[in-house]
Structure formats: structure tokens, C-alpha cells
């Protein structure tokens, strides 16, 4: 057996699954690393159905794991890169998928992932999908980087494999530890800065003015562009993420699609004691109305993702003002 999930109290439809996933994982894991040495796995390829310029390996790990969960316990299965949730006809599980995120990183050896969401599936196919967070019976990711790892929750507390290298076989190794609710680092495209609601540029504007704002202390920035590997810095060490709405033409709701990236995200990080929002209400108990929808997205050490919602919560004028007048937000 390549990988085994015995002893975590899953069923046999949930722990076949799972398997199906690991077998393609570590596929990928090896054609990635060959990237370049048998074809080029960023070449453009098509656009998919929320209008984004697909790359060769969004197209392969789509039809990867479309043809390795065909005929298993999954019936309906929904991905990024596919317009309409498919219908295998037969099996009880619904399973929405980003096969392969943070493709912009393909050609430049930064850290790539598969993010998967799972459901008891319902009589319809969008009915699957259309439900609020909290109904998943396990959520989590594949990270490809220098190593390849699994981290899922299957709703009690969170557990990982590593995946021996060159091989099928993955090792489970020491659970994630819960996040720290302070932290001193954060994540947010800063370039989009101008384009951001008030709120978001005040909390962000406190953070860089560091010790001598009205926090009193320094703070670290990162941004790597892949959702995974944000995700992994952030169950390794602490820390908050963000991808807020903005003004930009088809970012009013930000950039993240609900189902396949942030319901099971926010499900991986509340197991962790940490908090996933909007930037003010929970991901969890959101029901996305569209499959493709997305949605604002905040999450990480819990204070931190409260203090976000806070700032939405401070009167206009208060927003504005200069930092070293908002006292309430030291620390
Ligand atoms: O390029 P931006 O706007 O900073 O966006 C980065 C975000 O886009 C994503 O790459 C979107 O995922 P896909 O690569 O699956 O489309 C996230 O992984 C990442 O957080
Ligand atoms: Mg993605
Ligand atoms: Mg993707």
C-alpha cells in the first residue's frame, strides 16, 4: 500500500478517494520535476471557464485526476478548469478540485499545488457545491515543492504525509501543530494597494509603519503567489493571509474561487484553531451561489483575522485618519 489513512476513523469511500488523489499527486510530483526536460509545462494552453489563460500542467493535472477518480466512490467532480460540474453517474462523494494553483509559478520552480474539497454528494450536481463549508467531510492540499507533501483534514484536527522521493509511497509524519494567534507576519499582494477598500489599506498601512506606528512593533511581509505554499508557511509557522476585493475590473470579490480554494482552506485552518473570513464573516458558513464564485479571503492566526474584521468595523472617518491617531490597535 502506497499510502494508508488507517486509524483516522474515515470510510472506505473517503479512504479510496484519498488514495486516487496521492497516486496522481505523486505523478505530478515526478513530471514536475522533469519540467523542462520533457516539454515545457507552463506553455499556454486555452482559457477555462472564470476567463484565466490555462497552462499545459492546469490541463494535465485536470485530466489526471478526472481520469483517476472516474469510476470510483466520487459522482459529481467539480475543478477550476472545468466549466460544469461532471457527472460520473455513479458512487456517493462530491469532490471539487483547483488541479493545479498558483500556476503562475510553473516556470520559475516556486512551489505549486492541487487543492481539493470533499462532500457527501447530493441528488443534484450544483447542489454538491452550493452549500456552506462547514457540510465538508475533508478539505486540503497537495503541496509540490521541494518537497511533496499532503496535508488534509478529514474534520478531526489536521494530519500530513511527505511523499518519498521518486516514488508511490507516502510517509505520514508529525500532525501540524495548532497556528499561534499572534504572529508577526503577513501575506498580501501589495501592488494592488491602490486599488484596495479603505479597511484593508488602514490595516496594512499600521503593519509597515512598523514600531513607530500605532502598533508598536515590526512586522514581516511575504507574497509568493501560490495559495499552497501561503497556506503551508502559515500551518508551519503562523501568520495572515490576504486576498481582499477590490476596484479593479472582475475584483470586486477578489481574486480566490469559494468552493475549490478557500472552503477547504478555511476548513484546514480552523482545525488548526486559526480563522478564515471574507475579511468580516466566516468562510465557513458562506454558501457560495455560483461554482465558480470567489470571494474575498482572509485567513490565519486568529487574532489577526479578527483585528482585520475590526478595521472594517471602525468608523469611516477613524479608517482615514492618520495611523498614529488609531490608539485602539496597539499591539
Ligand atoms: O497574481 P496574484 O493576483 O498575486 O494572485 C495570486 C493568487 O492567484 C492564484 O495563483 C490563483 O490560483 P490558480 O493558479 O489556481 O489560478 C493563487 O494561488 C494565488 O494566491
Ligand atoms: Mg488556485
Ligand atoms: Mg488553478
Request: hydrophobic letters at 40%; glycine letters at 10%.
Amino acid at each position: 500500500m502506497s499510502v494508508s489513512f488507517d486509524g483516522l476513523g474515515i470510510s472506505a469511500d473517503l479512504a479510496d478517494t484519498m488514495t486516487r488523489l496521492t497516486s496522481v499527486g505523486a505523478q505530478l510530483a515526478r513530471m514536475i520535476a522533469r519540467n523542462g526536460l520533457d516539454g515545457n509545462l507552463a506553455e499556454a494552453a486555452g482559457t477555462n471557464a472564470g476567463g484565466d489563460g490555462q497552462k499545459a500542467l492546469d490541463v494535465i493535472a485536470d485530466e489526471a485526476f478526472m481520469a483517476a477518480l472516474r469510476g470510483g466512490a466520487v459522482r459529481h467532480y467539480a475543478s477550476e478548469e472545468q466549466d460544469e460540474v461532471v457527472d460520473f453517474g455513479t458512487g456517493t462523494l462530491a469532490l471539487a478540485i483547483d488541479p493545479l494553483d498558483g500556476s503562475s509559478n510553473i516556470d520559475v520552480n516556486v512551489s505549486i499545488g492541487t487543492i481539493f474539497s470533499i462532500f457527501e454528494a447530493a441528488d443534484d450536481t450544483e447542489a454538491s457545491f452550493l452549500r456552506p463549508a462547514n457540510e465538508q467531510i475533508a478539505g486540503g492540499y497537495i503541496i509540490f515543492g521541494p518537497q511533496t507533501a499532503l496535508v488534509v483534514t478529514f474534520g478531526k484536527g489536521v494530519q500530513q504525509w511527505v511523499l518519498e522521493p521518486g516514488s508511490d509511497i507516502w510517509r505520514r509524519v508529525a500532525d501540524p501543530k495548532p497556528l499561534p494567534s499572534e504572529t508577526s507576519e503577513y501575506a498580501i499582494n501589495a501592488s494592488n494597494y491602490r486599488h484596495w477598500p479603505q479597511p484593508i489599506r488602514a490595516f496594512i498601512d499600521d503593519l509597515v509603519a512598523g514600531a513607530e506606528g500605532p502598533r508598536g512593533r515590526n512586522f514581516n511581509m511575504r507574497w509568493i503567489a501560490s495559495l499552497v505554499a501561503e497556506t503551508h508557511r502559515i500551518i508551519s509557522r503562523g501568520g495572515v493571509f490576504l486576498y481582499p476585493g477590490d476596484d479593479r475590473e472582475g475584483y470586486q470579490r477578489g481574486r480566490l474561487r469559494h468552493v475549490y480554494e478557500c472552503a477547504p482552506i478555511a476548513m484546514l485552518i480552523e482545525q488548526l484553531g486559526g480563522e478564515a473570513t471574507d475579511g468580516a464573516d466566516p468562510i465557513m458558513s458562506a454558501t457560495p451561489d455560483r461554482l465558480h464564485a470567489r470571494t474575498p479571503f482572509v485567513f490565519g492566526s486568529a487574532s489577526k483575522v479578527a483585528r482585520v474584521a475590526a478595521y472594517h468595523d471602525l468608523p469611516q472617518d477613524e479608517a482615514h485618519a492618520l495611523f498614529n491617531t488609531r490608539g485602539l490597535f496597539r499591539s
